[in-house]
């Protein structure tokens, strides 16, 4: 009886997982199809011949080549930056006590309920001043510069648990401020940088209304994201073409979540329990 | 000797003011690059969205008018920002309840330790989080549409005596949002729940299971009491994010059918950046999107008081 129950419990999550997936199965299997299969059964998830004539007119016609190469250069160049900051200013928060450390913190925290994509108008027109309009690089910095407070505060609760000696160790060494930083703290906190790299990775990668402002036209210098939203816009009906930008799009992040889940998962789960 | 002494400890005192100010020093230096990002990225943009909010700009030119508390009026005024307004505050309430509860028991359900497979559903659950939401979106017009999926399987089980236009349909178009933002947004909020579970000290359980307690019983007496904490912090979570949703009406609808699914970010960016209105109109745009961050600090404020009061109220 219980093996019962729990088969059927079983087949019915499976069945629940694959109508949960279906969209991106969809996507991945129309990318492949010729354009005549597509519309006499576009709804099959086999094709009956595999085809990369979508892929390669994406990345070839529709620029995704290009859309690829920036979505790349802006979520590392994101990444670094987030890193950059948020790991300084967590281990001073989280380690250090000095005069308005408080105020930070209030700042910082008070700020997540503050929803930016209101405020868009300024931050759209500052990137316009600094001459950085419809460059790669006015996205990059306009991300960086997003609220990272969670990132800040899983640096600060690492940091703050290190025990004290190992820092007194490094300064009988000789070691300054900065180098106990960088060689003795930095490498100990792997895993907080695994979870920030990874989630601001996906969130880079995924963001779309910044680069579409900061974008508007330069297809140039355009991510994915919003390469795939212009191409449809031009394009109505080559759905084979548009499935296959999608899946150039999302069979990357699909694959970097696959392979590093577990540091995702516990990042997005500290960041509520603490 | 004894001024030795103390001239020795006076010096180690002054070395230690110095290091003590160097430290901080220091300190600053390592703030420095949050501070300066957060001022133009964040601080800046809040404060220059109020004097903006004042002006008539297009943004195409430098010259700009001042017109005042004009913009907030007319904002006030039009009927197309309340519906927009009004569909906003839809699209939390649609969602909401599917965070909270449909989440929990996914949660609930898959937080068994025997559970093997548990890991793999949850991550098939939690996949459609990590993709890109304009890209889902644009996906989901033709697994909506009148040849696509959904509709060739509620007709072929005969749900359905004719395909729907759930996007094209003003009267479908906002619960197929909806449903396609809750599908998306699942995932994330049941690792929360699972977080919260696993919080729960196994004791407790046993302890009920001593008294005899049955499972509905324990859900209710222990689990539902002690997720409670961050179950407030997942409903502000889901409240302010949904508030903000705009990629995926952006790339699904457009705000359409007849502004059916227009909310407030795609309405300032029809203003803002769009020709669909005339010039564009960034002072007025601004000031739609002052009222409506007003609004949501407001509700984000008065729902952490009231939980606050809440737990001051358990704690006595």
Same mark, same amino acid.
């Given at each position: 009886?219980?093996?019962?129950?729990?088969?059927?419990?079983?087949? !019915?999550?499976?069945?629940?997982?694959?109508?949960?997936?279906?969209?991106?199965?969809? @996507?991945?299997?129309?990318?492949?199809?010729?354009?005549?299969?597509?519309?006499?059964?576009?709804?099959?998830?086999?094709?009956?011949?595999?085809?990369?004539?979508?892929?390669?007119?994406?990345?070839?016609?529709?620029?995704?080549?290009?859309?690829?190469?920036?979505?790349?250069?802006?979520?590392?160049?994101?990444?670094?930056?987030?890193? $950059?900051?948020? &790991?300084?200013?967590?281990?001073?928060?989280?380690?250090?006590?000095?005069?308005?450390?408080?105020? !930070?913190?209030?700042?910082?925290?008070?700020?997540? $309920?503050?929803?930016?994509? $209101?405020?868009?108008?300024?931050?759209?027109?500052?990137?316009?001043?600094?001459?950085? @309009?419809?460059?790669?690089?006015?996205?990059?910095?306009?991300?960086?510069?997003?609220?990272?407070?969670?990132?800040?505060?899983?640096?600060?609760?690492?940091?703050?648990?290190?025990?004290?000696?190992?820092?007194?160790?490094?300064?009988?060494?000789?070691?300054?401020?900065?180098?106990?930083?960088?060689?003795?703290?930095?490498?100990?906190?792997?895993?907080?940088?695994?979870?920030?790299?990874?989630?601001?990775?996906?969130?880079?990668?995924? &963001?779309?209304?910044?680069?579409?402002?900061?974008?508007?036209?330069?297809?140039?210098?355009?991510?994915? &994201?919003?390469?795939?939203?212009?191409?449809?816009?031009?394009?109505?009906?080559?759905?084979?073409?548009?499935?296959?930008?999608?899946?150039?799009?999302?069979?990357?992040?699909?694959?970097?979540?696959? &392979?590093?889940?577990?540091?995702? !998962?516990?990042?997005?789960?500290?960041?509520?329990?603490? | 000797?004894?001024?030795?002494? +103390?001239? #020795?400890?006076?010096?180690?005192?002054?070395?230690?003011?110095?290091?003590?100010? /160097?430290?901080?020093?220091?300190?600053?230096?390592?703030?420095?690059?949050?501070?300066?990002?957060?001022?133009?990225?964040?601080?800046?943009?809040?404060?220059?969205?109020? =004097?903006?909010?004042?002006?008539?700009?297009?943004?195409?030119?430098?010259?700009?008018?001042?017109?005042?508390?004009?913009?907030?009026?007319?904002?006030?005024?039009?009927?197309?920002?309340?519906?927009?307004?009004?569909?906003?505050?839809?699209?939390?309430?649609?969602?909401?309840?599917?965070?909270?509860?449909?989440?929990?028991?996914?949660?609930?359900?898959?937080?068994?330790?025997?559970? #093997?497979?548990?890991?793999?559903?949850?991550?098939?659950?939690?996949?459609?989080?990590?993709?890109?939401?304009?890209?889902?979106?644009?996906?989901?017009?033709?697994?909506?549409?009148?040849?696509?999926?959904?509709?060739?399987?509620?007709? #072929?089980?005969?749900?359905?005596? +004719?395909?729907?236009?759930?996007?094209?349909?003003? #009267?479908?178009?906002?619960?197929?949002?909806?449903?396609?933002?809750?599908?998306?947004?699942?995932?994330?909020?049941?690792?929360?729940?699972? *977080?919260?579970? +696993?919080?729960?000290? +196994?004791?407790? =359980?046993?302890?009920?299971?001593?008294?005899?307690?049955?499972?509905?019983? /324990?859900?209710?007496?222990?689990?539902?009491?002690?997720?409670?904490?961050?179950?407030?912090?997942?409903?502000?979570?889901?409240?302010?994010?949904?508030?903000?949703?705009?990629?995926?009406?952006?790339?699904?609808?457009?705000?359409?059918?007849?502004?059916?699914?227009?909310?407030?970010?795609?309405?300032?960016?029809?203003?803002?950046?769009?020709?669909?209105?005339?010039?564009?109109?960034?002072?007025?745009?601004?000031?739609?999107?002052?009222?409506? *961050?007003?609004?949501?600090?407001?509700?984000?404020?008065?729902?952490?008081?009231?939980?606050?009061?809440?737990?001051?109220?358990?704690?006595?």
């Amino acid at each position: 009886m219980k093996n019962f129950r729990r088969t059927i419990f079983y087949i !019915v999550m499976t069945a629940f997982c694959f109508v949960w997936i279906y969209p991106f199965l969809w @996507m991945v299997s129309a990318s492949f199809k010729s354009q005549n299969e597509f519309f006499e059964n576009g709804l099959s998830l086999i094709p009956d011949n595999f085809t990369f004539e979508n892929i390669l007119r994406a990345w070839n016609e529709a620029n995704f080549e290009q859309y690829f190469v920036n979505s790349v250069v802006i979520t590392v160049g994101t990444m670094l930056i987030v890193f $950059f900051t948020t &790991s300084t200013c967590g281990y001073v928060l989280g380690r250090y006590n000095f005069k308005g450390k408080k105020s !930070v913190y209030l700042l910082l925290i008070a700020s997540m $309920f503050v929803p930016m994509e $209101f405020a868009i108008i300024p931050i759209y027109d500052l990137i316009k001043t600094m001459g950085l @309009m419809n460059t790669r690089l006015g996205v990059i910095l306009a991300e960086s510069g997003g609220n990272h407070i969670i990132f800040i505060l899983l640096f600060a609760t690492f940091f703050s648990k290190i025990p004290k000696e190992l820092e007194e160790a490094a300064i009988m060494d000789g070691s300054g401020f900065f180098r106990t930083f960088i060689s003795v703290m930095l490498p100990l906190s792997k895993p907080v940088i695994g979870s920030v790299m990874i989630m601001q990775f996906i969130w880079s990668w995924n &963001s779309f209304l910044l680069p579409l402002i900061l974008t508007l036209n330069a297809p140039e210098a355009r991510p994915l &994201s919003v390469g795939l939203y212009a191409l449809r816009g031009e394009n109505i009906v080559d759905w084979t073409g548009i499935a296959a930008g999608g899946t150039i799009a999302i069979i990357p992040i699909i694959v970097i979540f696959l &392979s590093l889940q577990r540091y995702f !998962v516990e990042g997005i789960a500290g960041s509520v329990k603490g | 000797m004894k001024e030795i002494i +103390q001239t #020795k400890s006076k010096v180690k005192i002054s070395s230690k003011k110095k290091t003590k100010w /160097k430290t901080e020093l220091w300190c600053w230096v390592f703030l420095l690059p949050t501070l300066v990002l957060f001022a133009m990225f964040q601080g800046w943009p809040i404060v220059a969205s109020w =004097y903006y909010a004042t002006l008539d700009w297009s943004g195409l030119t430098p010259d700009s008018t001042f017109v005042g508390m004009d913009n907030f009026i007319n904002v006030a005024k039009d009927p197309y920002f309340w519906n927009a307004f009004k569909n906003s505050f839809i699209f939390m309430l649609g969602t909401i309840p599917f965070h909270l509860f449909l989440a929990l028991v996914l949660a609930v359900i898959l937080h068994k330790p025997g559970l #093997k497979a548990a890991n793999l559903f949850r991550t098939f659950i939690f996949l459609p989080v990590v993709t890109t939401t304009s890209i889902v979106g644009i996906i989901m017009v033709f697994i909506w549409g009148s040849d696509g999926s959904i509709n060739d399987t509620l007709v #072929k089980i005969g749900f359905l005596d +004719q395909s729907i236009n759930w996007l094209g349909d003003a #009267k479908w178009s906002m619960f197929t949002v909806i449903l396609v933002s809750v599908w998306k947004n699942l995932g994330v909020n049941l690792i929360y729940w699972l *977080a919260g579970l +696993q919080s729960i000290p +196994q004791e407790l =359980y046993e302890a009920a299971d001593v008294d005899g307690a049955t499972g509905f019983r /324990k859900f209710f007496h222990i689990t539902v009491p002690l997720l409670i904490p961050i179950g407030t912090i997942i409903l502000l979570l889901n409240v302010v994010n949904s508030l903000k949703a705009f990629d995926l009406i952006k790339t699904m609808t457009n705000g359409g059918p007849f502004f059916a699914t227009d909310v407030v970010s795609t309405y300032i960016y029809r203003y803002a950046f769009t020709s669909e209105m005339g010039l564009p109109q960034l002072g007025y745009a601004s000031a739609a999107g002052l009222f409506f *961050a007003v609004t949501i600090v407001i509700i984000a404020v008065i729902q952490a008081v009231v939980t606050n009061r809440i737990k001051g109220g358990r704690n006595i």
